[in-house]
Every structure is written in structure tokens, then in C-alpha cells.
Nanobody, 122 residues
Framework: QVQLVESGGGLVQAGGSLRLSCAASGSIFSIDAMGWYRQVPGKQRELVASISSGDSTNYADPVKGRFTISRDNAKNTLYLYLQMNNLKPDDTAVYYC??????????????WGQGTLVTVSS
């Protein structure tokens, strides 16, 4: 099993920056791709950025050039980051971390973090 815990959300003015963190624990050796998603009330959750096990990255068009996704292996924890620069009010949402894992066991599994709120004021 894999567990995810997010941190780093908060209130920031437009043009400011925030860095979100997601700490993955448990069977981190089984993690394949990871990603950040966001959701606002009344809308579907949408992909913000993703990173593969080989560190290939993908970004949604609205955040290209402003957000950077990265991952870092520590001893027993895998960290996923989202550096968000030049934030806009439209970036206001609850941000979720997701991990896909289990291919080594011939299974397709996924786990989500609890979400962290990012509010960008104009």
C-alpha cells in the first residue's frame, strides 16, 4: 500500500508563489507515475501536471510556464512537489496529489491525498 500526505496550500496574492508537497510512504518502490490535480466546487477534478517514473513531465495548458512538478526520493519517503509561480485567481482550487502504483504486481492501483486548499486573491 501507498499513503500520501499533502502540505503547502494557503492564501497568496495574485502574482505570488507557493510550493505544494506530497509525501508518499509505504510501498514507494511500487510507484509509477504521480500527478497533481485540482478541483473547484461544481467542476470536475482536472489534471494540473504529471511526472513519470522516468521523470518525464506533462502540464495542463493553463499552467505551462508557471508551474513545475518534480519528485525526490529520500530514504523511506518519496516526495512530489509542485512549484507554482505567478499565481492567478483562476488557480484557486483544492489541489490533490495522486500516485499510480502496482505494475510490479501486475495491478493498476491508485491512491489520492487528502487535498490542500490554494486560494489566490486578486
Amino acid at each position: 500500500q501507498v499513503q500520501l500526505v499533502e502540505s503547502g496550500g494557503g492564501l497568496v496574492q495574485a502574482g505570488g508563489s507557493l510550493r505544494l508537497s506530497c509525501a508518499a510512504s509505504g510501498s514507494i518502490f511500487s510507484i509509477d507515475a504521480m500527478g497533481w490535480y485540482r478541483q473547484v466546487p461544481g467542476k470536475q477534478r482536472e489534471l494540473v501536471a504529471s511526472i513519470s517514473s522516468g521523470d518525464s513531465t506533462n502540464y495542463a495548458d493553463p499552467v505551462k510556464g508557471r508551474f513545475t512538478i518534480s519528485r525526490d526520493n529520500a530514504k523511506n519517503t518519496l516526495y512530489l512537489y509542485l512549484q507554482m509561480n505567478n499565481l492567478k485567481p483562476d488557480d484557486t482550487a483544492v489541489y490533490y496529489c495522486k500516485a499510480e502504483y502496482g505494475r510490479i504486481w501486475a495491478r493498476n492501483l491508485e491512491v489520492w491525498g487528502q487535498g490542500t486548499l490554494v486560494t489566490v486573491s486578486s
